[in-house]
Antibody
Framework: QVQLQQSGAELVKPGTSVKLSCKASGYTFTSNHMNWIKQTTGQGLEWIGIINPGSGGTSYNVKFKGKATLTVDKSSSTAFMQLSSLTPEDSAVYYC??????????WGQGTLVTVSS | DIVLTQSPALAVSLGQRATISCRASQSVSISRYNLMHWYQQKPGQQPKLLIYRASNLASGIPARFSGSGSGTDFTLTINPVQADDIATYYCQQSRESPPTFGGGTKLELK
């Protein structure tokens, strides 16, 4: 069965960066694009971007360009998202989710990022 | 971006029908495809896909869940509501990028 295992919670300082991981299993990693989604109480669910694990090609929500960078390691079936120049507004739960055909078929358990000095 | 509007909460009795609505700021249908999808999220858990393309039940989802609608107006129906269905429900469109979500409807017990 499809499983997406995300890395643990992060407490980071403003102005720094953090790299989150999402290890996929139960399917051929390069056969499905991977999305990243942000969830906050105030803004709800927001789509950050998508990566094609086969080619490394990416597409971002304009809102998150310059904030998020998506990469993959095909050898370990792991997707990564780096968030840079962190501010308290980046505090959220971040999910990875496999692409259906416009929908998000399977989700990781989420990674809580807290940005605080 | 396409804005999706949901009522914040809906109170329902166990065994009754729950109807959750989602309205889009512009049509999310292309030809015969209605590009609206529904998710369930319980506290402390990740969202789970329930319905894709407005009316297609995702794998493993009970038949008491159903979806309908086209254009700008969509509905998720749960009939009958069971205790395990108490959760927040989100709609999501894929007609235009970026994909966007509704604000969620919290299903509560009367």
């Amino acid at each position: 069965q499809v499983q997406l295992q995300q890395s643990g919670a992060e407490l980071v300082k403003p102005g720094t960066s953090v790299k989150l991981s999402c290890k996929a299993s139960g399917y051929t990693f390069t056969s499905n694009h991977m999305n990243w989604i942000k969830q906050t109480t105030g803004q709800g669910l927001e789509w950050i971007g998508i990566i094609n694990p086969g080619s490394g090609g990416t597409s971002y929500n304009v809102k998150f360009k310059g904030k998020a960078t998506l990469t993959v390691d095909k050898s370990s079936s792991t997707a990564f998202m780096q968030l840079s120049s962190l501010t308290p507004e980046d505090s959220a739960v971040y999910y990875c989710a496999t692409e259906g055909a416009g929908w998000f078929a399977y989700w990781g358990q989420g990674t809580l990022v807290t940005v605080s000095s | 971006d396409i804005v999706l509007t949901q009522s914040p909460a809906l109170a329902v009795s166990l065994g009754q029908r729950a109807t959750i609505s989602c309205r889009a700021s512009q049509s999310v249908s292309i030809s015969r495809y209605n590009l609206m999808h529904w998710y369930q999220q319980k506290p402390g858990q990740q969202p789970k896909l329930l319905i894709y393309r407005a009316s297609n039940l995702a794998s493993g989802i009970p038949a008491r869940f159903s979806g309908s609608g086209s254009g700008t107006d969509f509905t998720l129906t749960i009939n009958p509501v069971q205790a395990d269905d108490i959760a927040t429900y989100y709609c999501q469109q894929s007609r235009e990028s970026p994909p966007t979500f509704g604000g969620g409807t919290k299903l509560e017990l009367k």
